[in-house]
């Protein structure tokens, strides 16, 4: 049982480039979500999805898109990079609904030159 | 506007002593509130919660107290030990009414160090 991970762990990108941030869970919990921290700051959510086949804006969606690939991945994708995108990026997962006890993957570190 | 608020960015305490932190939250419908610790280059782990019904959680050395009409939570660790050196996150919920959330509100975070 690996719970939730994150791939890959660290990431340095041009300005402008495009990547997707992978995440699985396999404790069968039903919502997803993507985060980033910037130093001195909490956790941010960026997307969500409540369960499989929907997905929401959280509080700094600018420059995100996600997909909810089936029940256990969420991914995350930056289509143009920029500076401002440089953080650590958490998802995490909860089983039964958005806002009750969700767990954390590792972290993928992005630095965006 | 910050919604949740842990203003000791820092905080020593000696091994052995009680560990408190505390936070602060300007939304009155959060309705769960949670704490995470923290190691560096590791995901937040989740530590404990506790419910807007009750004001007070226990979980072996950690107990989270709930003062609803201050508005305030707190985390108490008896006894601290080194491997509670940490950055604790206190975060929140609201379980709205269109029977939906949108995942936690998180603080900054308090960076707890425990000295022999």
């Known amino acids: 049982n690996a719970g939730v991970t994150q791939t890959p762990k660290f990431q340095v990108l041009k300005t402008g480039q495009s990547m997707t941030l992978q995440c699985a869970q396999d404790?069968?919990?039903?919502?997803m979500y993507w985060y980033r921290q910037d130093p001195g700051m909490g956790l941010r959510l960026i997307y969500y999805?409540?369960?499989?086949?929907?997905?929401d804006k959280g509080e700094v969606p600018n420059g995100y898109n996600v997909s909810r690939l089936n029940k256990r991945e969420f991914s995350l994708r930056l289509e143009s990079a920029a500076p401002s995108q440089t953080s650590v990026y958490f998802c995490?997962?909860?089983?039964?609904?958005?806002?009750?006890?969700?767990?954390f993957g590792p972290g993928t570190r992005l630095l965006v030159l | 506007d910050q919604q949740v608020k842990q203003n000791s960015p820092s905080l020593s305490v000696q091994e052995g002593r009680i560990s408190i932190l505390n936070c602060d939250y300007t939304n009155s419908m959060f309705d769960y509130f949670l704490w995470y610790k923290k190691y560096p280059a590791e995901g937040p782990t989740f530590l404990i919660s506790i419910s807007s019904i009750k004001d007070k959680n226990e979980d072996g050395r950690f107990t989270v107290f709930l003062n609803k009409s201050a508005k305030h939570l707190s985390l108490h660790i008896v006894p601290s030990q080194p491997g509670d050196s940490a950055v604790y996150f206190c975060?929140?919920?609201?379980?709205?009414?269109?029977?939906?959330?949108?995942?936690?509100?998180f603080g900054k975070g308090t960076h707890l160090i425990i000295q022999p």
């Open positions: 999805s409540a369960s499989e086949g929907t997905t």
């Open positions: 404790m069968n919990h039903n919502s």
């Open positions: 975060a929140a919920s609201e379980w709205d009414s269109g029977g939906g959330a949108d995942g936690l509100t």
């Open positions: 995490a997962s909860s089983e039964h609904r958005v806002g009750e006890t969700q767990y």
